[in-house]
């Protein structure tokens, strides 16, 4: 059977997929919703911001949203300026044409950038904190509640532009991820991460990285020189000063 050339119109391909009473009810949640964002991205100064159901947004002040950005939904995004008797100032950037999706927590202290035309798979966190110190002088004890347990001992997370994400990854600061890398699904990641890299594993390390001359993904040899990956962009190493 041959394809029917003819544009097919939204109400449709929901009639077509779905029974009429499901139908109708998805395209009325659709339009509550694309009626959501717009308020939300007027009153964060968002345009064409796409916020889907059960989103968390905590300490909007601390936080610039870029253009189209878009959030499947169940995002938790948390600027912290207070926990217990501590204070914070901290600094979400989130760049243009960002692509979130389900169940995501990003949770900042101090600074988290993320670059433009980003993907960030189902089920990631990303924090620049943790509950405690391990490390100096003045270490958290294994008998304090961890929620009583300052936060801290991280650092800035900056993710360059054109990074994808896999789902259930963990990123955890201070750690750059450059321009144009992959991080593999279930990673977490400790350490900076080259441009145009794919890392992977627990903790993630390097396994392949883009050569312009072959135009190939090439796998980086884990007894050769690392001095041949490429550094993560400078513009990435400033913004951390």
């Known amino acids: 059977m041959k394809p ?6 939204r109400l449709k391909k929901h009639l077509i997929a779905d029974p009429f009473p499901w139908a109708i009810w998805l395209l009325f949640n659709r339009a509550l919703s694309k009626l959501r964002s717009a308020y939300l991205g007027w009153l964060f100064r968002a345009p ?13 002040r601390f936080i610039r949203f870029g253009s189209n950005l878009y959030v499947h939904g169940n995002l938790w995004l948390h ?4 926990y217990n008797d501590q204070r914070f100032r ?12 389900e169940r995501v927590h990003i949770t900042c202290i101090e600074r988290i950038r993320i670059g433009n035309r980003v993907v960030i798979g189902s089920g990631t966190y990303i924090g620049d ?5 391990y490390r100096g002088p003045e270490q958290s004890r294994p008998d304090s509640p961890p929620a009583l347990r300052p936060l801290g001992g991280g650092g800035p997370v900056i993710i360059g532009d054109d990074v994808w994400i896999g789902d259930n990854a963990v990123i955890i600061g201070p750690v ?11 990673s977490v990641v400790r350490r900076d991460v ?4 794919i890392a992977a594993g627990v903790p993630a390390r390097p396994i392949k990285q883009f050569k312009y001359a072959t135009s190939q993904w090439e796998r980086i040899c884990a007894d050769g020189p690392k001095d041949n990956l490429l550094t993560p962009d400078k513009e990435l190493r400033d913004s951390r000063a």
Do not use: K, M, Y
Request: aromatic fraction near 0%; proline fraction near 9%.
């Open 4 to 9: 029917d050339p003819r544009p097919i119109g």
């Open 129 to 133: 904190h943790h509950h405690g110190v």
């Open 90 to 101: 901290p600094l979400i950037e989130i760049g243009d044409q960002v692509s979130i999706s």
């Open 194 to 197: 080259p441009d145009q890299t």
């Open 48 to 60: 064409r911001l796409h916020l889907g159901p059960g989103c968390r947004i905590n300490g909007t």
């Open 79 to 82: 600027a912290v300026t207070t």
């Open 176 to 186: 750059s991820i450059g321009r144009g890398s992959i991080i593999g699904a279930n």
